[in-house]
């Protein structure tokens, strides 16, 4: 019994394309099927109406040729198909490298400072101890919430990202968060200027994402603006949205990497070379939030240059 | 005193590693990223250098390559401390000279300790 089911299950395409969790029209097995069905109709059809019906041999050249093209069509499916399945591969092995790595340099930072604090042979002062709570607390912090980003990207892909619909002020959002990140930004030696314009209408969003989403730009904002330099924000009302911009005076992101800065795990060569944390998760999700409160994000960079971040999303409706 | 020179970006490492070096009675001379670290290299001379691989500003290789180039620096026996462990990145440091390549995840602190004990002898 099990083994005639799993002769069933081999031969059974839509179990074996819900198993590789693609579409079916994204599926190989699937797609061949369909294709060597429509080869034997087609053999079968053109011999019958070669034989039977037609007798005109360029309408029966014709018909093969528009059957031929068909054919072609569905092979270019297929193999962009395999292509979709080659990409999902790929993605598992960044995931793979990138994870294991950004997991692994607070572990080491963990399990470095434990060894340090549980092999003291004279018992350390009080503070330098407080400074290895610390470091403790903040490299904990660091794996969770690396766990939590991966968690979120991998809701996001299946669908599952429930996002609240709250009346959300943009303009308190960003007071709020400049002043969090006060000691970061003047640390950093940046000028940040802020201008938006005055009664701007409220969105409708779930608050704590969208304020993950300007905390994210803001905080790469000053990341990749090593030396110091300036941040100008704007916030706007443009029809029925709010635009949202924040330049930078920064490294900049390389033209032929350009087009792959939303995408899951990427992280650009100038990010890098600032900065070697990082999970390459961060605009990824930024994107996806906006998006799925209806809204868009845009940017524009020149290397050694800066950049600049663009959003809109749609006011709250009366 | 034996100086070690310590090329590493995560500061929470300088400091435990910092702290375990300078309780075996060396000094430690830290440096955050790839640029300092070459130049402290270069001015302050050191015994041995502790070396990471991902760098800011330039990485380990990078480094590496450089020390090599430099007639002062040339001769500083140099361990690879890094969580890289692909064969070709292993295979990299060794050829450029490192005196040993640990993969911080598979060492404790005290083992990274004694194995510039050892090269320090």
């Known amino acids: 019994m099990e ?4 002769i069933c299950n081999a031969l059974n395409p839509v179990a074996i394309c819900r198993k590789y969790e693609v579409s079916l029209w994204q599926c190989p097995q699937f797609l061949f099927l369909i294709m060597g069905f429509v080869i034997l109709v087609a053999i079968l059809a053109v011999y019958f109406l070669g034989t039977e019906r037609i007798k ?4 029966i050249s014709l018909l093969v040729i528009g059957i031929t093209g068909f054919l072609l069509l569905v092979s270019f499916v297929i193999t962009s198909s395999l292509e979709h399945l080659a990409d999902a591969s790929r993605m598992k092995t960044e995931f793979i490298n990138i994870v294991s790595h950004q997991l692994r340099a607070p572990l080491t930072n963990l399990s470095f400072s434990l060894d340090f604090l549980t092999s003291q042979a004279v018992p350390q002062s009080e503070a330098s101890c407080e400074e290895y709570y610390v470091i403790l607390k ?3 912090q660091r794996m969770g919430d ?3 980003n991966l968690l979120t990207v991998s809701r996001i892909a299946t669908g599952k990202f429930p996002l609240k619909k709250e009346d959300v002020s943009l303009g308190e959002l960003m007071d709020g968060l400049l002043n969090k990140f006060k ?5 950093s030696n940046i000028e940040v200027d802020f201008q938006k314009d005055p009664n701007l209408p409220k969105v409708n969003g779930d608050r704590l994402w969208l304020e993950q989403v300007i905390e994210n730009l803001l905080d790469n904002a000053i990341k990749y603006t090593k030396g110091g330099g300036a941040i100008a924000i704007k916030l706007k009302q443009r029809n029925k949205k709010i635009y949202f911009e924040i330049k930078d005076t920064g490294v900049g992101i390389p033209k032929e990497e350009q087009r792959f ?3 899951r795990f990427f992280r650009s060569k100038n990010a890098l070379k600032e900065q070697t944390r990082g999970s390459g998760l961060g605009l990824h999700i930024v994107k996806k939030v906006l998006e799925l409160s209806g809204g868009k994000i845009w940017f524009k960079s020149k290397e050694g240059t800066g950049t600049t971040f663009y959003f809109t999303l749609p006011i709250k409706r009366q | 005193m034996k100086k070690i020179l310590f090329i590493e970006d ?3 490492l300088q400091k435990s590693m910092g702290d375990s070096l300078r309780r075996e009675g060396w000094e430690v001379l830290s440096a955050l990223n790839g640029e300092i670290g070459l130049r402290q290299a270069k001015t302050e001379c050191p015994d041995l250098i502790l070396l990471d691989l991902i760098l800011p500003k330039m990485d380990g290789f990078e480094v590496f390559r450089e020390l090599k180039k430099n007639k002062e620096t040339v001769n500083i026996p140099v361990i690879v401390l890094t969580n890289l462990e692909q064969m070709e990145d292993v295979e990299k440091a060794l050829e450029l000279g490192a005196k040993t390549y640990l993969v911080k995840a598979n060492y404790t602190l005290s083992e990274v300790v004694s194995k510039i004990k050892d090269i320090l002898k």
């Open chain 1, 261 to 263: 800065i939303f995408e």
């Open chain 1, 3 to 6: 083994t005639k089911n799993k």
């Open chain 1, 183 to 187: 000691p970061f930004i003047s640390a």
């Open chain 1, 138 to 140: 903040e490299n904990t």
């Open chain 1, 56 to 59: 005109d041999p360029t309408i």
């Open chain 1, 146 to 148: 690396l766990i939590d």
């Open chain 2, 10 to 12: 995560e500061s929470a």
